[in-house]
């Protein structure tokens, strides 16, 4: 891990992470509308390809924000985010899920999503 976070940097972040979550997951609905339309040779009230290349260019300058702060992307639908941390001597990752409105759970790294636990109010 590069980067490790204390619950309180990545909860501090937890502002930037939603506006830039909430703008990710409108394009990413806009474009998987358009591209549907495009192969179907539907009209889009979307726009055409050069509205799609716009669109996947946005995703990826999205997309990239989340790295660049050294939180991990898990999942891009639905979103799922990691941030590195420590909780003692132990590495975990604390874990966001698209719709959730804070941080709050966390799992280690061996363990993945299905072993997500809230994180503890002393971490």
């Given at each position: 891990?590069?980067?490790?976070?204390?619950?309180?940097?990545?909860?501090?972040?937890?502002?930037?992470?939603?506006?830039?979550?909430?703008q990710?997951?409108?394009?990413?609905?806009?474009?998987?509308?358009?591209?549907?339309d495009?192969?179907?040779?539907?009209?889009s009230?979307?726009?055409?390809?050069?509205?799609?290349?716009?669109?996947?260019?946005?995703?990826?300058?999205?997309?990239?924000?989340?790295?660049?702060?050294?939180?991990?992307?898990?999942?891009?639908?639905?979103?799922?985010?990691?941030?590195?941390?420590?909780?003692?001597?132990?590495?975990?990752?604390?874990?966001?899920?698209?719709?959730?409105?804070?941080?709050?759970?966390?799992?280690?790294?061996?363990c993945?999503?299905?072993?997500?636990?809230?994180i503890?109010?002393?971490?």
């Open positions: 891990m590069e980067q490790t976070f204390t619950v309180q940097q990545a909860r501090d972040l937890m502002p930037a992470v939603l506006a830039r979550a909430s990710l997951v409108a394009v990413r609905a806009d474009l998987a509308e358009l591209q549907a495009l192969r179907q040779g539907l009209p009230p979307l726009g055409g390809l050069p509205e799609a290349k716009g669109l996947e260019a946005s995703l990826g300058e999205l997309v990239a924000w989340f790295p660049d702060r050294g939180i991990e992307i898990k999942s891009f639908a639905p979103l799922l985010l990691d941030f590195p941390a420590m909780f003692g001597a132990e590495p975990v990752l604390l874990c966001w899920l698209e719709g959730e409105t804070e941080l709050g759970w966390y799992h280690r790294l061996d993945g999503f299905p072993g997500r636990r809230l503890p109010a002393d971490a």
